[in-house]
């Protein structure tokens, strides 16, 4: 309940009682925020405050609301973008996080922001690590919206502060992908960050590096796996010297564990259905859903481990494991998230609506696939942090429809083969009305060229499926 939140001396009172309201409802949010969550609309009025204490103590409530849940900001947002301008440091940096976890979860909510987002890249650390974190979750769904600040971008890149350039990387993957050539003119600086002091900036350089041209990629991305100090720099730069050599970007396995966010397109590959050495479909004919190579999804949650230090911050707050029945009760009362290792990993696939969820195991990762009441356990071959429209291309199988753009036109198929030929997984479509055949090839170079069966190739954009019900 909010109804004891001194909302009306935040908005009406004199200069003292705004103040003590602004207090009382940052000290509510640290405790309680998402009691916070059908009074966010004042809350943001008080972000004009001429008053700095005021304006300070509502953005760090925002801060505690957003983070404890993003998408509670969601209306909001137009507001919080706005104050990344406010003259107060502790204030953008407030609004920045809370923006910056609602990229992660809802892109398309912020992407009318990105701008706003640009400038901010040359604050303090904390507020531009955070607007640099929202860019690249932005990126893989609006690269369009990005080139335009491409320089700005790119300049970036020479920051100091290692999150800010571990998100700035990510973030010029799509861009590469999408405008080929606009990370040549930071090929000096990228040779540098492949071999950066911070792990994660090696990882997030080497794959980057993969997405160009340049001559010295090669033989950087080789000593990288070679000789690196830390085991997933090595196997990134495994992955992603193979993706240099075979014009695709397949993510390792386990960095979907360590560093994928909410939000991501993962495909598993599966590996369910034997390639036909023939000519003809009638293995993709007879394939249902269980029996495609790959399930895809968008993460949805992780699971995490709880440790000792979990245990003893939750008692520090007040959480008592004696005044719950039982420990899982326990563990999912406090809002902060448990440290430890990333067990499992959740998707769901929103066309055909099922789940899949990811497990560590011994010897590799395994996929629990559940439809309804179906339910299969699978080993995963590989699994693939993807853009959006390559991983809808992925999720296709017979029977399905697959809709996009070319060159402003409109085109509908039905999904007729979807499968390894030659090595190579293709996935075909025919539009009934019309007669045409196009093919998409989502794991190479240009994976969202549509081939039309004259030779004649476009580039698609706007994809949506569709699933055969």
Known sequence: MTTDLPLRALSDGSETERRLAARTIREAAAEQPLRLQGSLARLVDALGDEQESVRRDVANALFEVGVADPTAVAPVADPLVAALSDE?????????????????????????????????????????????????????????????????????????????????????????????????????????????????????????????????????????????????????????????????????????????????????????????????????????????PFLVGRITSTVRDYAATDEAAMASHGVRREDFETRQEWLAAPRFPPSGDRLAIHLHNPAADYGVTLHRADDGIEATHVDGEDCHDYRAENVLALEPDRARLLAATPGDRLAFELEGATHDVRITTARYRNGRYRITGENEHQGYHITFRPLEAEPMMAVFEEGRAFRARNVSLTAEK
């Open 88 to 292: 107060v440091t502790a204030v953008r940096a407030c609004v920045a996080r809370p923006l910056a976890e609602l990229a992660a979860e809802r892109p398309r909510r912020v992407r009318s922001a990105v701008p706003a987002l640009i400038a901010p890249l040359s604050d303090v650390k904390s507020v531009r690590s955070n607007v640099a974190w929202a860019l690249s979750s932005l990126a893989p769904y609006y690269p369009e919206l990005l080139e335009p600040h491409a320089d700005e971008l790119t300049r970036a890149l020479l920051d100091d502060h290692y999150p800010v350039q571990v998100s700035v990387l990510r973030t010029l993957v799509p861009l590469e992908r999408a405008y080929p050539g606009l990370c040549n003119v930071v090929s000096d600086r990228l040779r540098e960050l492949v071999t950066a002091a911070v792990a994660s900036v090696r990882q997030a350089a080497c794959r980057v590096a993969a997405a160009t041209d340049q001559s010295w990629v090669d033989e950087a991305l080789r000593e990288r796996a070679r000789a690196d100090s830390h085991p997933l720099v090595r196997e990134r730069a495994r992955a992603a010297r193979a993706a240099a050599a075979t014009h695709t970007d397949p993510a390792v396995s386990e960095s979907v564990f360590e560093s994928a966010t909410l939000g991501t397109w993962v495909a598993v590959r599966v590996d369910t259905v034997t390639p036909d050495p023939g000519d003809d479909d009638a293995t993709d004919a007879r394939a249902d859903r269980h029996g495609t």
